[in-house]
């Protein structure tokens, strides 16, 4: 063939090839066979061997793994990628849907022609946005905080539904004049010319997540907890060889690109004219809140046998103008709500219980059960958080009993059925010593609580390591649960302290640890030597002492001078006496005591001693703005419009006032945004100040 003759074969290759794919990934209708696929293929590939100047980017053959990255690139968002807010109830719902119809009314739309809902899955994956420039795919990335996300465009590319170059012009006609919108043919021709973004969810069926987990166990590694959580650890795969050999799905969800589409339905439409997987044969379009509440069923009925996970429905306006009028509530669109399916429950049974030891030194019953897969993930104990709750639950050893996945997470013991006894079920004993060093344990004031009081105990030192690495302490990423503990067992960590003397030669001679990791670890111990004196003060694990209390531990002792380092910190603490910290404000008794013995044990000082050597710096707080709101006690409920919650906090705090966690009777202001929940009732009750967001930002400027 001639060189013309080549190149027209090869973009026919592909045209075809992309068609194929489409029919077989996104419509499931396949047209040809799979020898027919195969042969289709091994010719796009052999002539474009032959002629590499005309192998493109965009061609199927380049559905492979590229070489790994060190790490992703940012990437900002061209319009922010929001979350949605969700509801659990028929009640929340029809509440919701009051609201929504309200403001509806208010933006000056009528009911008749506005009000109609298009309701689909929603799918518990990893949301991502896909941008094509001239019909090309060239960037994919994840949705990160909403503004700025992760370059993930490689891994992407190993996606079989995603196309690397959007349908040929001949096949876009036909399949709009196919759902009657060839109206828009001439816009989406001109967008297919410039830039078009796509967004969805990248999903892992059923089937593949099993098949994956019993590939772990057969090479001893560890099985992955559910399909969400593999998905989205595949798709962020520094290496996406490893994304290739893992088949990943892509749904389409938005198209926020404007081709002229009016309704949230043309645009689900126009996504499968594309090439995307759209749901367009499942979605429905509901007029009333019954309809919402059928599909909302059916669905739920066919929860267990669809071949992916889904943790409840989306249902939002249809008609796209309404939809972006209502504009936003928090982080989430007026017009749209995630409306979740209750938690999954499982029966499972109480094989044992054993009390775990945190880093306050408080023993925690938990219950191991005989393995049982809840809502994808294999569940195998559960927290009974202390022996008031087995004393409510009546629970005992060999017990039959009810398991949910509160929120789909957290395992949760929710009912004994008694009527399963046998009776050789064994009553539930009250350790009298603690479980990992032998040492006598003590209750609480309360009665409720359990705690060891040996600062030295084993099971106390691997609770307060977790709690030492945590995002609110050191934030020293990479160190989980497993790791630490391999590190303990190891004896490379016996306190905190040691985690800053680590190599990479100590933890790259471990089993399961390589190079890459190795350094990672050390880079990031390495990154969190600067720290905020808040964030060090929360990290030391004083018994009693939290967020808040660290926080007006840490405006006490900057009062008495410059605090650059460990050393000086401790200084300055051991000048303030038992009484002196009594007088803090919400400062009891209990807590004065904790803290003035905490800065003034030996151990302490022989800590830190070693954080100092270790180069720890401790950063002070930002400057008061002012002192206008000087020692007045704030608390936060609900979702503000305007800004997150944290950062009007950091606002308050920067004109000199106080944020509270719970309501009480010296709470000077309760600022309320949307949903505000039970703290509302309460601090009415109380008579609290309640200030709305706008008399809020009026106080505080």
């Known amino acids: 063939m001639a060189k013309e003759e080549i190149k027209k074969r090869i973009e026919k290759l592909k045209e075809e090839i992309n068609y194929h794919n489409y029919l077989y990934h996104v419509l499931d209708n396949p047209m040809i066979s799979d020898e027919s696929y195969d042969d289709l293929f091994k010719e796009l590939r052999k002539l474009e061997n032959a002629n590499p100047q005309l192998k493109t980017e965009d061609s199927p053959t380049q559905k492979t793994g590229g070489d790994a990255l060190n790490e992703f690139k940012k990437v900002k968002h061209q319009k922010k990628m929001l979350s949605l807010n969700d509801l659990k109830t028929k009640d929340e719902f029809k509440d919701w849907d009051e609201r929504v119809k309200k403001l509806i009314i208010e933006n000056g739309f009528s009911l008749s022609n506005n009000s109609e809902y298009y309701c689909e899955y929603k799918f518990d994956g990893l949301a991502i946005s896909l941008i094509y420039e001239k019909g090309v795919f060239s960037l994919g990335a994840t949705r990160g ?39 828009l043919a001439e816009n989406v021709l001109q967008g297919l010319n410039n830039k078009i973004e796509i967004r969805g969810e990248i ?109 409840g429905i989306v249902v939002q306006i249809n008609r796209i103008n309404v939809f972006e009028k209502l504009g936003l509530i928090g982080k989430g669109p007026r017009a749209g709500i995630a409306f979740k399916f209750p938690p999954i429950e499982g029966v499972s049974k109480v094989v044992d219980v054993k009390w775990q030891v945190g880093r306050t030194g408080v023993l925690t019953p938990v219950a191991f059960l005989e393995p049982i897969r809840i809502g994808g993930a294999r569940v195998t104990r559960s927290t009974l958080h202390n022996k008031e709750e087995i004393k409510r639950l009546g629970l005992k050893i060999g017990d039959t009993v009810i398991v949910t996945r509160s929120g789909d997470v957290i395992p949760k013991i929710l009912k004994v059925l008694t009527s399963m006894r046998i009776g050789d079920e064994k009553d539930i004993e009250i350790p009298n010593k603690c479980p990992m060093c032998g040492s006598k344990v003590v209750f609480d004031k309360s009665g409720i609580l359990i705690r060891c009081d040996n600062l030295q105990c084993p099971g106390r030192n691997e609770g307060y390591l977790n709690h030492f690495v945590s ?105 303030l006496s038992e009484e002196d910290f009594d007088d803090l404000p919400d400062f009891g008794e209990t807590m004065a005591k904790s803290v003035f013995e905490y800065f003034n044990s030996e151990h302490t000082k022989k800590l830190f001693d070693k954080l100092n050597k270790a180069g720890i710096l401790i950063e002070s707080q930002k400057a008061l703005v002012n002192q206008k709101l000087k020692d007045l006690k704030f608390l936060f409920s609900g979702e503000l419009d305007s800004m997150p919650r944290t950062k009007a906090q950091e606002m308050v705090k920067q004109r000199g006032g106080v944020i509270k966690e719970t309501v009480t009777k010296t709470l000077d202001y309760l600022v309320v945004g949307s949903k505000p929940g039970s703290k509302l009732e309460k601090a009415k009750k109380l008579g609290v100040k309640v200030l709305d967001e706008k008399e809020f930002l009026k106080l505080i400027k």
């Open 471 to 575: 995002r609110q302490a050191f934030n020293i990423k990479g160190l989980g649960d497993k790791i630490l503990k391999k590190l303990v067992d190891e004896c490379l960590v016996t306190d905190v302290s040691d985690l800053f003397d680590l190599e990479e030669g100590d933890l790259k001679v471990l089993d399961r640890f390589g190079e890459k990791s190795s350094q990672n670890i050390i880079t990031n111990i390495n990154k969190s030597k600067n720290i905020n004196i808040n964030k060090f003060i929360f990290a030391l694990g004083i018994p009693n002492i939290g967020k808040e209390s660290a926080e007006i531990i840490a405006n006490r002792l900057l009062k008495l001078g410059k605090i650059k380092n460990p050393a000086k910190l401790l200084k300055l603490a051991r000048e």
């Open 145 to 183: 905080d909403g503004e700025v996300g992760e370059d993930i465009t490689d891994n992407l590319k190993t996606v079989r539904t995603i196309p690397l170059k959007l349908f040929a012009e001949r096949r876009i006609k036909d399949a709009l004049n196919k759902y009657d919108l060839g109206r």
């Open 203 to 311: 999903i892992i069926d059923k089937k593949e997540f099993k098949k994956i987990n019993k590939d772990q166990e057969k090479k001893g590694l560890p099985i992955y907890s559910n399909p969400r959580n593999l998905a989205a650890g595949s798709i962020r795969q520094l290496d996406s060889n490893i994304t290739r050999g893992r088949k990943l799905i892509f749904n389409g969800y938005d198209l926020v690109t404007d081709l002229g589409q009016k309704t949230h339905k043309e645009s689900h439409i126009l996504l499968e004219v594309l090439g995307f997987k759209a749901n367009n044969n499942i979605n429905k379009i509901c007029d009333n809140v019954q309809d919402v509440f059928g599909f909302y069923d059916e669905i739920m009925q066919k929860r267990d046998k669809l071949e992916f996970e889904i943790d």
